[in-house]
């Protein structure tokens, strides 16, 4: 777990996924607090990756950007990636930037990977 | 760059075009300046759901104007200054049904700047576009520099009025300073009328004590102090804006009031008295001065955290 003035990002190891939960605001400031997070996750054996923002207050797009870049580099490596919704403000802006079909959303952190991710699969494609 | 130097419903609004002096509705109800740091966009979002707690305004409503608002701010951060460091000011303007917010750069702004990025395109604009009801990028006329105004419709929110005696915001021009040092801590804050003070600046405060590594105990104090000043403080005239400048260093917040009336600052220390408390801003700063100048004066206050330090 690491925390910052708004930001506070919890890590939870499971033997298919490691979740992170993130609490607070994600913003312009604490981008790279996630994203460092996020490269630390990755550079272990990693098969799932979770972003559970249930409890994220804020998010804007630089918070967007590490979202996607995760995105990316798991479809990339062949790893699964997903988030669970956010509240109404986390939701709005995913929907608005044209990305919420393009993530793959579960509705728990603990959910199953395939099943609840719909029928384009894990990975979004 | 034509790509990025638009007005967006403004012209439908019939405010675009002839008048082209970012005339805001009316005298801004809170202007803010800050340094284009990425901490201080928090700032403003803290600013903005102070407002929405004076007036009425709803929670998707104070979450599109939040969001729009980073936006515009996140810009004057990454792309104002080529890198460097400048100034962000902000001002809100409350009518009736909308709100109206101004974000003001004094660099290559957003029109130039958003160029660097002409290559991975940014999100930021199409997001302020989406979610305010009118936008307009315009190249400062006095210098170099750009202001993104974004009007926002808010049916539940109530205008509230600045009082300024002879209505030409002149007020707004004499912001206490820190004798030019404008650290990186720095912010300065111009609100009114009292109410709307009343819900920001305690909330700011607790921002800024929370960045100076208070403890809890102490961040409640800046709160309390912050509620006192505003209760408190008279200025000059009949002008309701109550201006502060605040400074912040590890466990150090350094809070500036003023311009204040010839006897102004030693009243407001005895005003802050409070039954079974004293004096609070005497008994919660650790120090408090009072700075003479031609015609006002100023009261600082710092706020230290003994308990904190290393």
Not at chain 1, 66 to 77: K, P, Q
Not at chain 2, 32 to 49: C, G, I, Q, S, Y
Not at chain 2, 189 to 199: C, F, G, H, K
Request: proline letters at 5%; hydrophobic letters at 45%.
């Amino acid at each position: 777990m690491t925390t910052d003035e708004r930001l506070r990002v919890d890590v939870l190891s499971a033997p298919d996924r490691v979740v992170l939960a993130l609490q607070g605001e994600l913003d312009l400031a604490a981008a790279p607090q996630l994203a460092a997070e996020i490269e630390r996750a990755e550079t272990g054996t990693l098969d799932a990756l979770v972003l559970d923002l249930s409890r994220l207050e804020f998010i804007d797009s630089a918070g967007l950007r590490v979202l996607l870049a995760a995105h990316e580099r798991a479809r990339e490596s062949g790893r699964a990636f997903a988030i669970t919704p956010g509240p109404a403000q986390v939701q709005r802006l995913l929907e608005i930037a044209g990305v919420g079909d393009h993530l793959v959303t579960i509705a728990r952190a603990d959910a199953g990977l395939g099943g609840d991710a719909g029928e384009r699969g894990l990975l979004g494609t | 760059m034509d790509r990025y130097v638009y007005s967006a419903g403004w012209e439908r609004a019939g405010l675009c075009g002839v008048d082209r002096g970012l005339v805001m509705a009316g005298l801004p109800n809170v202007r803010l300046d800050l340094l284009n740091k990425p901490e201080n966009v928090l700032l403003v979002r803290e600013t903005l759901t102070g407002v929405a707690d004076a007036t009425g305004l709803q929670g998707a409503e104070l979450g599109d104007i939040r969001t729009a608002v980073t936006e515009a701010c996140n810009n004057v951060v990454l792309h104002a200054y080529a890198g460097g460091e400048g100034p962000l000011e902000v001002e809100v303007v409350l009518a009736d049904g909308s709100i109206e917010v101004l974000v003001r750069d004094h660099g290559v702004g957003i029109a130039r700047g958003a160029d660097i990025d002409a290559a991975e395109p940014g999100l930021g604009v199409p997001v302020i576009e989406a979610l305010s009801d009118a936008v307009a990028f315009d190249e400062l006329t006095e210098g170099p520099g750009t202001a993104v105004r974004m009007s926002f419709s808010a049916p539940s929110a109530q205008a509230l009025e600045p009082a300024v005696p002879n209505g030409n915001g002149h007020a707004l021009g004499v912001l206490p300073d820190f004798d030019g040092r404008r650290a990186s801590g720095t912010a300065a804050i111009s609100v009114a009328p009292r109410v709307l003070a009343r819900s920001v600046i305690p909330r700011l405060l607790c921002v800024l004590a929370a960045r100076a590594h208070f403890s809890t105990d102490r961040i409640s104090d800046s709160q309390l102090v912050g509620d006192a000043l505003v209760a408190h403080a008279r200025t000059r005239s009949d002008e309701d804006y109550l201006h502060m400048a605040i400074n912040v260093e590890p466990r150090d917040l350094e809070l500036r009031v003023g311009p204040l009336p010839a006897g102004g600052a030693e009243r407001l220390v005895l005003d802050s008295d409070v039954r079974g408390l004293g004096r609070v801003l005497e008994k919660l700063a650790d120090h408090h001065t009072v700075g003479e100048g031609d015609s006002a004066e100023t009261l600082t206050l710092q706020l230290l955290d003994p308990s904190r330090r290393p």
